[in-house]
């Protein structure tokens, strides 16, 4: 019996067993750091969009309730820009616990109609107004930072931005603390 032991768990000396040890703090320690940094980043990113959320305010979608944005614009000129938004941007306008119009900002700075699936329709009509900025995975565009305002005939505006470059920043400092903590153990 006692072979047997010694085969599979070798007599370790006590620098193996406090090199282990040691380690082994480390690589808790590295990923709680890297845990902990990956969350105060996150809160501050989210924070920061909400600020342009605030900013942009109902903006955008009120601008679909007064029909400056349908396609084509309201005077017919092709170029259909949405000054002022940053790319990514949505704006939908609710009326009746229904979409009636939504949009989002194109890559080339214009607007685009959007159609939401029954699942996104069903996120955004739950928002309550002046409730401040919730994030929504919306199936039609990806993960959002949205913020529902009520508007001046009844109606319910709401305004998101992409988390995308929160993801992505996110993603790209968890390769770094990967990469670095490695190097580090």
Do not use: K, M
Not at 2 to 24: C, I
Not at 81 to 100: E, K, N, Y
């Amino acid at each position: 019996r006692d072979r047997l032991r010694s085969r599979w768990a070798p007599n370790r000396t006590l620098r193996g067993r406090l090199t282990v040890g040691l380690v082994g703090i480390l690589l808790l320690a590295c990923a709680l750091l890297g845990g902990v940094t990956a969350l105060f980043l996150r809160s501050f990113l989210v924070r920061q969009l909400d600020g342009q959320l605030a900013a942009a305010g109902g903006r955008f979608s009120a601008s679909l309730e007064r029909g400056r944005l349908a396609p084509g614009g309201e005077d017919g000129d092709a170029d259909n820009a949405v000054p002022g938004q940053s790319v990514g941007t949505i704006g939908v306008r609710l009326v009746g616990g229904r979409v009636s119009q939504a949009a989002i900002v194109a890559d080339d700075g214009t607007n685009r109609p959007l159609v939401f699936p029954a699942g996104d329709t069903a996120t955004l009509t739950a928002l309550v107004p002046g409730a401040g900025p919730v994030t929504a995975d919306l199936a039609a565009v990806g993960d959002y930072r949205v913020e529902a305002v009520a508007g001046r005939d009844g109606d319910i505006q709401v305004t998101g931005l992409p988390l995308h470059s929160v993801n992505q920043t996110l993603a790209q400092l968890a390769v770094i603390e990967a990469i670095v903590f490695g190097g580090v153990v």
